[in-house]
Structure formats: C-alpha cells, structure tokens
C-alpha cells in the first residue's frame, strides 16, 4: 500500500507564489513517473506537470515558464513550484504516481493523493 500527501496549498494573490510538496509512504520499491494535476470547480481534471524517473519534464502550455515541477528521489517527493500565479489556476491540485510495492506484483499502478487547494486572488 502507498499514500500520496499533498501539502502547501493555499490563498495567494495575483502574481504570488506557492510551492507543492507530496510525499510518498508506504511499502515501495520504486517509483516511475510522478505529477502535478489539477480540477478547477466543474471542470474535468487537467494535466499540470509531470516528471519521469530519469528527470524529463513535461508541462501544460498554461503553465510553461511560471511552474516548475522537481523531484527527490530520496524522500519520494516531487515538488510544483507555481510562480506568477494567476487566478485561473485556483483550483484542487492532485499528485500522482506510478508505484511499485515490494512483492510479487511487478506492475506499477497509479496512486492518487487527497488533493490540495489552491485560490488565487485577483
């Protein structure tokens, strides 16, 4: 079983900056790729950023150049650093991964977190 805990969201005003932090627990033995989405309020869940095991990153155009998404491989942490935020990006954003448990099952499955709120202010 691995857990998922988002942390770091908040209120910010226009042009502000907040950082996201999840946190990978549980029984691992690996982890590939890790990410950012994100649900705006009656809106389906979006792609924010994602970062692959070897480091290569990949970006919805929203965000290219004010959002940077990073990882420790150590902690089992990936991180979303949103600058120049901007009110359209206020909503839930969720982390993802794709893991692998110690055991017989080679697969690696997606695992989700609870989600954290981000409001931006005009």
């Known amino acids: 079983q691995v857990q998922l805990v988002e942390s770091g969201g908040g209120l910010v005003q226009a042009g502000g900056s907040l950082r996201l932090s999840c946190a990978a627990s549980?029984?691992?033995?690996?982890?590939?790729?890790m990410g950012w989405y994100r649900q705006a309020p009656g809106k389906q869940r979006d792609l924010v950023a994602t970062i692959a095991s070897g480091g290569s990153t990949n970006y919805a155009d929203s965000v290219k150049g004010r959002f940077t998404i990073s990882r420790d491989k150590v902690k089992n942490t990936v991180y979303l650093q949103m600058n120049s935020l901007k009110p359209e990006d206020t909503a839930v954003y969720y982390c993802?991964?794709?893991?692998?448990?110690?055991?017989?099952?080679?697969?690696?499955?997606?695992?989700w977190g609870q989600g954290t709120l981000v409001t931006v202010s005009s």
């Open positions: 549980g029984s691992i033995f690996s982890i590939n790729a």
């Open positions: 993802n991964a794709a893991t692998r448990t110690y055991g017989l099952d080679v697969r690696y499955l997606e695992v």
